[in-house]
Every structure is written in C-alpha cells, then in structure tokens.
C-alpha cells in the first residue's frame, strides 16, 4: 500500500472510530463533566494520573483546568500525578511502581475530589491500585478506558463512571481520549460560566 493511501486509511479509521464514540459515549461523558463540575463547585478538585501517552493525557486534561482552556476564567485545582519526577521515582525506588500513584491520591485526595484515572488498556496496575485508593478516601472515578476495559472494568463502584472507547488499537483509542478530555473541560467551563 503506498503511504498516502496509508494516511487516509488512519484518518478514515480515526473518524469512524469518533463517530462510533459519539453515539456510544455522549451520555456517560455529559455524567462525568457533570460529575467533575460538581467537585470543583465543592471546593474539590481534579486528580488525573495514566502511563506514557495517557500520562500525556493526564497532564494535558490538568493544564487545560489549571490555566485555561477555551474562555478566560480563575484557574481550576487539578493536579496530574504523572509530573513530580522526585516523588515518582521514590516511591518507586522505595515500594514500587505500582504505587506511585496510589500513594499520592491518599496524600492529597479527599472525599469530595475526583480521580481521572486514564488506561488504554484497562490493565494498569498502578492506575486500578489509585482507583482502590481514591475509593478508600471516599472519592468519585471517572476512567478513560477502551478494548474490553481491562481489569478496571471489575473495580469501580456505584458512582464512577467508565468512558470506554469502542476500539482495539492504542492509537484510535488514544485519538478519542483526548477529545473526552476537551469534551469534559468545555462541560466543566459551561457549568461553571455558562453557555458563552
């Protein structure tokens, strides 16, 4: 197949896998924005933790809260859990990988704070050990999932909520991740400023 053909294939793939998203997921991303909002309206915040592109997610979902993300506004608490170099690479060295992030939801979380917790896969095993944490500390779960949603299909409790993208290959579910976390922050910005 010559590469032009190559690159409409991804695109094509990538807008059906959108489309198919949309249909499947409007409802449960509109909950979670919902979710998110209320926290943020309860003096709560955001925490967002995931492994190398939904480490990337994480932080872009925390940066869009923290500074701004399509209207100017006060800055939003959110927190990734992905970025403090010293603290992950301790509690690494320390007790394990696993645990970078659950260590630190019970340092910072509270119950009225939510846990965004980002896998591809739904396998991460230090992602499902921060949502037993985050639920330990009495806290709402949004996760961002795909395939078959992994084994953090089997760990979430009444109120969280699973994004679960209707695709198999990493990189379309990916695609779809980062337009639910554009998704979530203009529903957030909506609740918050109202419709612009």
Partial sequence: MDPVTRVRDHFAESIATKEAAAEQLAESIAAAGQVMSDALLDDGKILSCGNGGSAADAQHFSSELLNRFERERPGLPAIAL????STLTSISNDYAYEEIFSKQVRALGKSQDVLLGISTSGNSENV????????????NVIALTGRDGGRMADVFEPGDIEIRVPATRTARIQ??????IHCLCDLIDTALLGEQ
């Fill in 128 to 139: 499902i050990r921060a949502i037993a944490a985050a639920h330990e500390r009495g806290m």
């Fill in 82 to 85: 992905t970025t403090d170099s």
């Fill in 175 to 180: 695609e779809v991740h980062l337009v639910v």
